[in-house]
């Protein structure tokens, strides 16, 4: 259960901003009173100068207790004086639960006038530890497992994501704010879960999309799979701006600005959390100052081949290159979290899924007479966006047989709807060739036509066996063969 902050405050500062001169026998002489000094800057600008642990649920006032009563500052009369501060957080302490935040200095404004409102200003970190009634051991325990969640999460980024190690900074500093690398991370009373901090429907469609998928949304790979797939594409199911956001993240300079650029955008545009502007820079602040000069000089070996990711896809295997492209492009993911399963079998559902999936899964309203495809079942908006587009049909106006395997005529035959029905072909030669179903004749001539019947010779095989259940690696050379 989420506890809530309770008891914030902010504390403000009240200085004696001059003292009046006593001057005698001159009552008619206006007081003097002290000129307000500008500051020109801070030492340690944009750094940290002390960090504070706090447990969830502690009275904020005893945190920026313990903060420096003064910072300090070079004036615009060339002098460097020590400033009495108090201390503001960025965010909202009383209403969120992150892992950091940052705090900032306040001053008496008139006695002191920052010159340019945009410089940067030194911060002190507060970062949430376990509960001080916590055995010892179980704190350890838990950084370690968040430490090595977190070099996993960066793995995953520079790997599979294609981000170079200032955008991955940026995302790390995110996760550590939101869930401390935790993948069974609840927050806001229990309506946000995992390392991301999914809300309400998010958090349904992770579920639902790894439970479709191979994946346990309660584990580390089952939630980075499902953000890769957030990140895919723009669409309203899943997330409305993800393949923009990827595409931005990809554009950050390697560097320490790079690592600040990355955290703040990735804070502002897919975290999205209250007083994001502010809350921005303090997880671009920790991108630079924390994961950049942590992670910025790893060296990650490139092992997003799909004959690493899956113990069952050699790197000689005829369909590798094929299952390689539909993988990276998300037509096609594991059966499991190492398993792709070339040789299994294809259901009727899981193709209209595929095409569902690189359409970037689109709105699509209606219903479907078919009484064997269920409103709940994970294959239903793709089975319905399929037949209204016209590229699958249905055994009757009551059957579809979602779970029924698609023969290698069905699966060109669904293609070539997909494709508009164009008229080219090239006849067949395989001994078999007179098998195939008269209604499927022109869909496989075509196919053939587009070498999308290559896996055949690859196979070593002279036949087609077009009634016969077509694989996974099947479709995937098929899928790779239509759009490469």
């Known amino acids: 259960m989420t506890v809530k902050r309770i008891g914030a405050m902010v504390l403000t500062a009240s200085f004696i901003a001059g003292v009046l001169p006593t001057v005698a026998f001159a009552s008619d002489i206006a007081p003097e009173t002290t000129a307000v000094k500008t500051i020109t800057g801070f030492e340690q600008a944009g750094q940290e100068i002390g960090t504070i642990t706090f447990t969830l649920g502690q009275d904020e006032a005893e945190l920026t207790a313990q903060m420096p009563q003064a910072v300090t500052a070079a004036l615009a009369d060339g002098t460097v004086a020590e400033i009495p501060v108090t201390w503001v957080n960025r965010s909202d302490y009383s209403t969120t639960d992150d892992f950091y935040y940052e705090y900032i200095p306040q001053w008496d404004e008139n006695t002191y006038v920052l010159a340019d409102t945009a410089a940067e200003l030194p911060y002190v970190l507060a970062q949430r530890s ?158 630079k100052n924390t994961y950049w000069p942590e992670f910025g000089s790893i060296t990650v070996s490139d092992n997003s081949s799909v004959s690493a990711i899956f113990s069952d896809i050699s790197s000689s295997a005829w369909y590798k290159d094929s299952i390689q492209y539909v993988y990276d492009h998300g037509m096609m993911v594991g059966t499991s979290e190492n398993k792709f399963s070339p040789n299994n079998s294809l259901t009727r559902a899981q193709v209209a899924q595929i095409l569902y999936s690189r359409a970037g899964c689109p709105a699509v309203s209606g219903t479907l007479s078919f009484k064997d495809v269920s409103k709940s079942a994970w294959y239903y908006k793709a089975v319905l966006w399929a037949y209204k587009k016209g590229y699958v049909s249905g055994y009757s106006s009551q059957k579809f047989g979602p779970n029924d395997y698609v023969t290698h005529e069905q699966a060109v035959a669904i293609m070539h709807n997909y494709a508009g029905k164009p008229t080219s072909g090239k006849a067949l030669s395989f001994r078999d060739a007179s098998s195939v179903s008269s209604w499927a004749l022109k869909a496989v001539k075509w196919a053939n036509y587009k070498g999308m019947l290559g896996y055949v010779a690859l196979e070593k095989s002279s036949y087609y066996y077009p009634k016969k259940a077509c694989t996974r690696g099947e479709m995937a050379y098929i899928l790779t063969e239509y759009f490469t």
């Not at 990827?246 to 999205?272: I, L, P, Q, R």
């Open 130 to 287: 376990e509960s001080a009634a916590d055995p010892e051991g179980s704190v350890r325990s838990q950084q370690s497992a968040a430490s090595t969640n977190a070099y996993t999460i960066f793995e995953f980024f520079i790997k599979k994501m294609g981000y170079n190690a200032a955008a991955a900074s940026g995302v790390l500093a995110n996760i550590k704010a939101e869930s401390n690398f935790n993948p069974n991370c609840y927050g806001d009373y229990g309506t946000s879960y995992g390392i991301c901090q999914w809300h309400n429907e998010r958090f349904d469609a992770m579920k639902n999309w790894c439970s479709s998928n191979g994946y346990s949304w309660t584990s580390l790979t089952g939630q980075l799979n499902y953000l890769k797939k957030e990140l895919s594409a723009n669409t309203s199911v899943y997330l409305w701006n993800g393949l923009t956001i990827n595409n931005k993240m990809k554009t950050h300079a390697n560097s320490s600005t790079g690592a600040y650029d990355a955290g703040y955008y990735w804070c502002y545009y897919y975290e999205v959390p209250a007083n994001r502007a502010s809350v921005a820079v303090s997880r671009g602040n920790q991108a």
